[in-house]
């Protein structure tokens, strides 16, 4: 098998693993085979491999790379690739939308979906305490983000957050002192977590610089908070 078959098998293993685990939440083995594979697949793939798991051409996954629609990342290489996690979520998304009905343009309905909900985001959700400077600032759009994801919590998203603090602290990548209180938070019923989520303090604020909840927005809604929260 070569390297982007392996590649791509990785990747719908672990689709298949993320359905598993709402089927069955909180199975820490199901975690623990899905680490696995993330740490073998890698946290980025390139713009053909995503191309290719989502079933539409390189050209046309550029085209919505190119609006600011997908969110992208550099590797150590330069090479502007996907990350993961968002391309399993539109992965997701495309395949419900094919599921209703055939679609020559497979990425559109997602992505009109996500600019409309970029724009019904709340003035509210995007206002900004007092603060001054970039420290400030982080915490402004940290909070806002947080906001909008509180509104919309739901039990498979307390899920997929309990998944990325597994595979966190099997890596070595937070703090154990966060990692207790997320897990604790997690734990708790999805309108305590909302509170969580949202509570304005310093305390807070140092809890969402490390959240698990990080990515769960689309790019059209992270680059409202960045372009409003300021």
Known sequence: M??????????????????????????????????????????TVSRRMAARVLGVSHTALGRWIASGDLPVVLSATGRV?????????????????????????????TMSRNRA???????????????????G?????SLAYHRVVARRLRRPMVDEAR?????????????PRY??????????????????????SSEADDLRQNSPFAGMLSEAERRRIISEVR
Do not use: C, T
């Open 179 to 200: 990692a207790g209180r997320w897990g604790d938070v997690l734990d708790r019923s999805v309108p305590a977590i909302r509170r969580v989520l949202v509570e304005e």
């Open 2 to 43: 070569g390297v982007v078959d392996r590649k791509q098998e990785l990747f719908e293993h672990i689709v298949r693993l993320r359905r598993a685990g709402r089927e069955v939440p909180g199975n820490e083995d199901i975690s623990a085979v899905r680490v696995n594979l993330e740490r073998e697949l890698g946290e």
């Open 117 to 135: 909900a970029a724009e019904r985001m709340r003035s509210d959700d995007l206002k900004s305490p007092d603060h001054k400077g970039g420290h």
């Open 81 to 109: 690739e996907i990350p993961v996690p968002a391309l399993i979520d539109l992965r997701e998304s495309v395949e419900a939308d094919r599921a209703d009905a055939p679609r020559r343009y497979a990425l559109a309905p």
């Open 163 to 175: 998944h990325v603090l597994y595979r966190w602290r099997e890596q070595g990548r937070i703090d």
């Open 137 to 141: 600032r982080a915490s402004a759009r």
